[in-house]
């Protein structure tokens, strides 16, 4: 069993008075680590949010209800929390009636879990984020070599969790995560009203990773208005499929101030949204896979350290660009990647980006840096 680094957090945080709740796409592990976390307890009850019986028992939750409900468990566990109404109202029935039963909630799109429980918890609940698995976890799980030689295979299939166990059946498995479970919580929503333009949408966005993405040409090649795309892209983003980093802007008249690049959380989605599986040595776009990953999985050590870094790139008007930009306590620090190890040694800072912020660290990152970038 892979080990994920979030359980120990999560662990730490059971019996300390909050809700948890944990948010990530579908299929990402959230039932997996709670299923070896709290499987075979008897003292758990576990209830699944897709059910319709679930939905209607909490459609009229009262105090009573609670404690009957819940007779001598100590720990409720919701899967799908977000597939029932009003939840944030329930969880905090439960969590100020029954303060001695640990409430844990999974939702696999974070703006409508966190939209039912936001207000209704605050103060109450602490958050986790699960993404697939990360370069770290799966060092842990077998070792630094073996991982770093696997780096190809992972740019090309990903993280997912059932892909990284199903060697040999990377393409069927992502064939049925993309089919089966990467839209079915989007096209839910009333707001997403061409659910076929939705899903090319994705398919040009995944043309588009370490790209400047502008709404207006993508709306023209997808025939959607800038607006409906920036909506889609931002229901698309808090489904964890993709992620938004903006342009970094200090000093320079010439810097770009309101550009954006988009890239995909895990690599096998956007290769099976596109339908491409060739070996990094055969593809065109490898810079641009090996950007985003690095980039993703440089966010996914952030976001689980909880880390408070702010994220950017930096580009001006001379097309002069650094792939990411982070400051942290006042420091800022440069990136480059390059798959290409020769490239990489050769890659200096950009001397318009030296000259106006001398104090950043520049470093170049290419496969035979990964480790001390992410580990």
């Known amino acids: 069993m892979i080990e994920r680094f979030q359980k120990r957090k999560i662990k730490e945080t059971i019996g300390k008075g909050k809700a948890i709740m944990i948010m990530g796409a579908r299929q990402v592990g ?96 602490r958050t986790f984020r699960m993404f697939p ?47 089966s479970y990467l839209y ?17 949408l994705v398919q040009a966005l995944a043309h588009q990773i370490g790209e400047l993405v502008s709404y207006n040409e993508v709306g023209q090649l997808v025939g959607l208005d800038p607006k409906t795309v920036e909506r889609y892209v931002d229901v698309l983003e808090k489904c964890y499929i993709v992620f938004r980093v903006g342009s970094f802007s200090r000093n320079l008249r010439n810097e770009l101030k309101m550009s954006r690049k988009i890239y995909f ?60 930009i982070e400051e942290a306590d006042g420091r800022l620090n440069a990136f480059e990647f390059k798959w290409n190890s020769v490239k990489a040694q050769r890659t200096k800072v950009p001397d318009s980006f030296a000259r106006t912020y001398p104090d950043a660290v520049f470093t170049v990152v290419s496969p035979d840096d990964i480790d001390d970038f992410l580990l």
């Not at 409508?112 to 936001?118: D, H, I, N, Q, S």
């Not at 079915?184 to 090319?200: F, T, Y």
Request: include cysteine.
């Open 30 to 125: 959230k039932s997996t680590l709670l299923s070896e976390m709290f499987g075979g307890q008897k003292e758990v009850m576990w209830m699944n949010g897709d059910d319709a019986d679930v939905r209607q028992l909490f459609s009229g939750m009262t105090s009573t209800r609670i404690r009957a409900l819940l007779g001598g468990c100590r720990c409720l566990v919701i899967d799908e929390a977000q597939r029932i109404p009003d939840i944030g109202l329930r969880l905090k029935l439960i969590t100020d009636q029954v303060p001695d039963v640990q409430v844990v909630a999974t939702g696999s799109s974070s703006f409508e879990l966190a939209a039912r429980v936001g207000e209704s918890l605050t103060g109450r609940k």
């Open 184 to 200: 079915k919580d989007i096209l839910m929503l009333d707001s997403i009203s061409k659910p076929d333009r939705l899903i090319r």
């Open 265 to 324: 959380w895990d690599l096998g989605i956007r290769n099976a949204v596109i339908a491409n599986f060739q070996q990094v040595e055969n593809r065109a776009d490898t810079g641009a896979l090996w950007e985003n990953f690095a980039i993703s999985e440089r966010m996914k050590c952030h976001y689980m350290r909880e880390d408070f870094v702010n994220t950017w790139f930096w580009r001006t008007q001379q097309q002069k660009e650094i792939d990411l």
């Open 133 to 179: 698995l990360t370069y770290g976890e799966m060092v842990a799980h077998t070792n630094l070599l073996e991982e770093h030689r696997m780096l190809p295979h992972r740019m090309v299939y990903g993280y997912y969790p059932e892909v990284v166990t199903s060697q040999g059946d990377e393409r069927a498995v992502l064939r049925e995560l993309t089919d």
